[in-house]
């Protein structure tokens, strides 16, 4: 059983807004892991009245060591959650530098998706809608979240020798990709208002000139969420 943690680790919910009361629902079955101090949470309705939402999202989702990607159809076809947020947190999951765990909230054709070779939640990717006790869906959720969060508190020596050496591969950055679509993985995203176009371009190419995948990106507007 996990102890109560010395410090917590912060997790991030990347969804879309549609599915806001499954979210909520999520929330409250992490319950224990945020009552014993094990875990954070940050989600874009805690942003503060007249900071810039862009800059608080990725300020998150820069720093958090687990980021759950609530999978939907309204969420893949949200171009800030599917071509912004996901690929940042797929970058980061791809060096090691955070946990990214994929939860099929509703039925939707996710596969050939950046994630799909991700273990993705519930148990065998069934969509939380589609369980006859939601609760239990959520559950299996909670467990897998909590399982997962130990993992990543167990000192690496301590894991059995086959587990240290998945570790040690799941940890390997992915091979740098010269496309530049959003289905890719990219060192870098650049994403810049449209008067700062001029200035964007040329950073990209300075970027690439120096052999950094870089995706250059114009920001949505928030309500495409």
């Not at 989600?43 to 800059?55: E, F, N, S």
């Not at 980021?67 to 690929?87: H, N």
């Amino acid at each position: 059983m996990m102890q109560e943690a010395s410090q917590s680790i912060e997790l991030f919910y990347s969804y879309s807004h549609s599915d806001e009361r499954l979210r909520k629902r999520l929330e409250t079955h992490l319950s224990a892991l945020r009552q014993q101090g094990v875990i954070t949470e940050w989600h874009d309705r805690k942003i503060v009245a007249g900071t810039d939402w862009k800059q608080s999202i990725n300020a998150h989702l820069m720093t958090a060591t687990v980021i759950l990607l609530l999978i939907s159809p309204d969420f893949l076809a949200s171009d800030y959650c599917y071509g912004v947020e996901m690929q940042r947190a797929l970058a980061r999951h791809e060096t090691g530098a955070a946990c990214v765990i994929p939860v099929i909230l509703r039925p939707v054709d996710w596969q050939g998706t950046p994630f799909a070779h991700l273990q993705c939640v519930p148990t065998d990717a069934k969509p939380v809608t589609t369980w006859t006790n939601r609760d239990k869906a959520f559950r299996d959720v909670a467990a897998a979240i909590r399982t997962a969060i130990e993992r990543l508190q167990t000192p690496l020596s301590l894991l059995p020798a086959g587990q240290q050496s998945a570790s040690t591969q799941s940890s390997a950055p992915a091979p740098v990709q010269p496309q530049n679509t959003l289905s890719d993985y990219h060192s870098c995203v650049l994403s810049y208002a449209t008067e700062d176009q001029a200035f964007a371009e040329k950073l990209h190419a300075d970027l690439r000139s120096k052999g950094i995948s870089c995706l250059l990106y114009t920001s949505p507007s928030p309500r495409d969420r």
